[in-house]
């Protein structure tokens, strides 16, 4: 049974951040995202990680492409892509995969960070392709781990789909098999661990442009590092994207929406959530 995603169980799981808390408590969370001409996927994710709540956030970038996120984003630090020294166990939840293109050097990090990190990962975009193209890797995936495919990254990972309701099935059932919380996106976005299922009732049209997945996993990643469980984190994220999504609608037309208008509302889906009966 599919279960609707709806705002009384978003207030559930949402805490209340501490009135003695420190960035410690939000945990620090590793962005490997970006490349050279989608550096906007960087910027993108990073902005909706640090709107989302997370204490310290870390970005690896190539190196010649940091004074794009440096001056941008003042709130972010910023690694080099090519540094093989990164100690991935010192990060509290790690996203990859936004922008990062297929490369030699992003599947030896990749393959380096499935060989070394062991806590939930959340996984998207060209992390995924790397994967459908290597297949061995799925099994490395570490247990809990988010995967964000769009359709077509999930027909790469897991073969073609006609029907919808096919994919779904196929969802649940690689969900339980690999261990792992798949957030199938799309204009329902459904999100499953291969037990329990549910279908997001937020976001428009206005979302159907490049970047907006891009800022879900910034999202997702944060409530990961912040110590929300892996199925919570992909829960919040998507939900609350979506109901951002949606109150940018007050302002802007679903065609003259920016992910970035978006990401300025995330404030208010999380302020609407936690006041909500
Ligand atoms: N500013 C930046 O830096 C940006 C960087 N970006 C980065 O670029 C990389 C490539 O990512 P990507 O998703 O654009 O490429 P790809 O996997 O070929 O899929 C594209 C095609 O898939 C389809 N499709 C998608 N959703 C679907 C759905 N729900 N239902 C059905 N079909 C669907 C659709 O194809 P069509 O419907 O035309 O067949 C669409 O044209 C990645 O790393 C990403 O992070 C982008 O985010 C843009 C902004
Ligand atoms: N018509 C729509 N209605 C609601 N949400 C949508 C719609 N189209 C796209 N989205 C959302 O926008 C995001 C698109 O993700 P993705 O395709 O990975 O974008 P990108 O890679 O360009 O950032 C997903 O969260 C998806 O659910
Ligand atoms: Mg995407």
Request: proline letters at 3%; one cysteine or more; charged letters at 20%.
């Amino acid at each position: 049974m599919i279960q609707k995603l709806v705002q009384s169980k978003i207030k559930s799981i949402l805490k209340i951040r501490n009135s003695d808390s420190n960035k410690g408590t939000f945990g620090h969370a590793l962005l490997i995202v970006g490349s050279k001409g989608k550096m906007g996927a960087a910027v993108i994710s990073a902005k909706a990680c640090l709107r989302s709540g997370v204490g310290l956030l870390t970005l690896d970038v190539p190196s010649k492409e940091r004074a794009i996120v440096q001056i941008s984003i003042p709130e972010a630090m910023v690694i080099d892509r090519k540094n093989k020294e990164i100690d991935f166990t010192f990060f509290s939840a790690i996203g990859i995969g936004s922008g990062i293109g297929i490369t030699k050097n992003t599947q030896d990090i990749l393959i380096q960070l499935l060989e070394e990190y062991k806590q939930p990962l959340v996984i998207d975009a060209d992390a995924l392709n790397i994967i459908s193209s290597n297949k061995k890797l799925l099994k490395k995936i570490p247990k809990g781990t988010i995967l964000t495919p769009h359709t077509k990254e999930f027909d790469r990972l897991f073969g073609d789909h006609i029907a919808t309701e096919e994919r779904i099935k196929s969802a649940v059932k690689k969900a339980k098999e690999l261990n792992c919380i798949i957030v199938l996106k799309g204009h329902k976005t459904v999100i499953t661990n291969g037990t329990e299922t549910f279908q997001n009732t937020t976001g428009n049209a206005g979302l159907a442009k490049g970047g907006s997945g891009d800022a879900l996993t910034g999202m997702i990643t944060a409530f990961l590092a912040s110590n929300y469980t892996p199925f919570e984190s992909a829960k919040l994220g998507v939900y609350l994207h979506g109901f951002a999504a949606d109150y940018t609608l007050k302002k802007q037309s679903m065609e003259s929406m920016l992910i970035t208008d978006v990401i300025e509302n995330i404030g208010y889906s999380f302020k609407s959530c936690l006041k909500s009966p």
